[in-house]
Each structure stands twice: as C-alpha cells, then as structure tokens.
Nanobody
Framework: VQLQASGGGLVQAGGSLRLSCTASGRHFQAYRMGWFRQAPGKEREFVAHIGRGGSTTYYADSVKGRFTISRDNAKNTGYLQMNSLGPADTAVYYC????????????????WGPGTLVTVSS
C-alpha cells in the first residue's frame, strides 16, 4: 500500500484546511487510519485516528473539537478537516495505516505517506 497526502499549505491563524490521504492498492477498507504531525524540532505525535468503517474516531486533546477525521472507502481516501488553526498546528502532517486494533502509537502503523506541510501564520 502506498499513501499520498495532499492539501497542506499556508493559512492564517483561525483558518481551515482539509488534508487528504489517498491509498493505492487494494483493501484500504481493511486498515485503520491515523494522522500524525511533526513540528520543527519536535517528535512526531498522534493527531487523530479512524476505524475501518469510519464510525470510531480518536483525537489528541490538542485538536479535539477543532479537527475532524473521516474516510471514504469507495475512494480509498481519508481526510483531516482542520479548523481554527493556530501557529502551534504548524507541522508536517502524515497519514498512516494500521491493521492493528490500536490508534496512538507510531510503531503500530505499518504504512506511511510522505507528509504534507501545514504552516499557520499568526
């Protein structure tokens, strides 16, 4: 499985962006999807997770209420809608897939996309 994230860019504080992550290959619906981010000089951290059917979601406390994760299995694509963005959200955002019933640990995700940069100006 190969992943490609898109939708990053430069946005002013308070603005919104929607990231997309499209998977090649088959059986996208068999995997749970996560979004992670890595700010300059910091470790990669968990942002959000969605189950295979799309009904189960988890969020980091820092994005809860502002970000929404979703997926469209028919399109092999997952999304991260980001609202009320602030400078602290500036990071490279990565999508990843896991077959395991987990959601937060990076090492549990098997497939990773190359990341898309989100820059929020104050």
């Amino acid at each position: 499985v190969q992943l490609q994230a898109s939708g990053g860019g430069l946005v002013q504080a308070g603005g919104s962006l929607r990231l997309s992550c499209t998977a090649s290959g088959r059986h996208f619906q068999a995997y749970r999807m996560g979004w992670f981010r890595q700010a300059p000089g910091k470790e990669r951290e968990f942002v959000a997770h969605i189950g295979r059917g799309g009904s189960t979601t988890y969020y980091a406390d820092s994005v809860k209420g502002r970000f929404t994760i979703s997926r469209d299995n028919a399109k092999n694509t997952g999304y991260l809608q980001m609202n009320s963005l602030g400078p602290a959200d500036t990071a490279v955002y990565y999508c990843a897939l896991t077959a395991l019933p987990v959601f937060r640990a990076l090492n549990d995700y098997k497939y990773w996309g190359p990341g898309t940069l989100v820059t929020v100006s104050s």
